[in-house]
């Protein structure tokens, strides 16, 4: 397993933008699948983005597609999800999960979890 700490979140008016990014330590990081994941009052869980250990495959909920990116520096061991055009419907806390397994991450099975990071995006 390894230890994931998300930070960026925040306070933004409907059409800004957020960072969020997900330090992960661990030796074995750049073999982890990673994903991003929300979980807004009274709903579900729901995975976000996810992308593969060499970056070259990526996941889009469609409801962020063309709004979302993720990407990842394994030297930095860090994973990034840049958040454009946000809206009050993305309000949610934010959280990266990681694993061996992308089809564990996203499933939402993943063995590793950060703690989250709160985004409040106002109308």
């Known amino acids: 397993q390894v230890h994931l700490v998300e930070s960026g979140g925040g306070l933004v008016q409907a059409g800004g933008s957020l960072r969020l990014s997900c330090i992960v330590s661990?030796?074995?990081?750049?073999?982890?699948?990673v994903g991003w994941f929300r979980q807004a009052p009274r709903k579900e869980r729901e995975i976000v983005a996810g992308i593969s250990w060499t970056g070259s495959m990526t996941y889009y909920a469609d409801s962020v597609k063309g709004r979302f990116a993720i990407s990842r520096d394994n030297a930095a061991n860090t994973v990034t999800l840049q958040m454009n055009n946000l809206q009050p419907e993305d309000t949610a806390v934010y959280y990266c999960a990681a694993d061996l397994s992308g089809s564990a991450v996203r499933s939402g099975s993943a063995g590793s979890w950060g703690q989250g990071t709160q985004v409040t995006v106002s109308s």
């Open positions: 661990g030796r074995t990081f750049r073999q982890y699948y």
